[in-house]
Every structure is written in C-alpha cells, then in structure tokens.
C-alpha cells in the first residue's frame, strides 16, 4: 500500500527557512504530479505548490517567490523550501501524490508554526 510520510516542521520564527520533505513508498506507481497543501485551523486545505512529472510548477500568489517545490523522481520524494516565512504561513502542511494508476494519496501532515 502505497504511503507518504512527510518530514521538516515546526517552529521557525518570522523570516526564517523551514525545509518540508515527502518521501513515498509500498506498492507499485508512476508518479503524476507531486503537491503541498496547508490547512489553516477552522479553514479550508488550499494549495500551496504543485510539480508536475515534467518538471511544470504551480504556486498559490501568497507563496511566490518565497517557496520552492522539487521532487527527486528516482528516490520519489517531494520537497517544499520554504524562505521568509510569515507568521500567516502558520498552518498544518499536506504532501499530495497523484499517480498515473489513477492514486490519489496524502499524508499525515506536518505542523509548520511561525512566531517570534
């Protein structure tokens, strides 16, 4: 079964950096497209980034130029850099796997917090 387990969080004060990485694993897939969504409490998940299997990259306005979404395709693992962090940035982070068998999967979550 296929199962994506996300990494990097936690409490990063505003302006600073926070690497989040998604590694994929179990059965067998070709990988679609990669995505990073958050979920800010009582709100609800929006999307952040997304990678196609080409390379195509897509970003929400509010992480433009502060972001950056990669993937490593041998080692199926997705990364979102995340730069100058705001204290609204604050939200629980989602890693997305779309497959061309048809998957859609996620994973577990991981809390990203920025305060001073």
């Known amino acids: 079964q296929v199962q994506l387990v996300e990494s990097g969080g936690g409490l990063v004060r505003p302006g600073g950096s926070l690497r989040l990485s998604c590694a994929a694993s179990?059965?067998?897939?070709?990988?679609?497209?990669w995505g990073w969504y958050r979920q800010h409490p009582g709100k609800q998940r929006e999307m952040v980034a997304t990678i196609t299997w080409g390379g195509v990259v897509s970003y929400d306005d509010s992480v433009k130029g502060r972001f950056t979404i990669s993937r490593d395709s041998p080692m199926k693992m997705s990364f979102l850099e995340m730069n100058s962090l705001k204290p609204e940035d604050t939200a629980v982070y989602y890693c997305?796997?779309?497959?061309?068998?048809?998957?859609?999967?996620w994973g577990q979550g991981v809390q990203v917090t920025v305060s001073s």
């Open positions: 997305n796997m779309r497959t061309n068998q048809g998957g859609d999967y």
């Open positions: 179990g059965g067998f897939f070709n990988v679609r497209s």
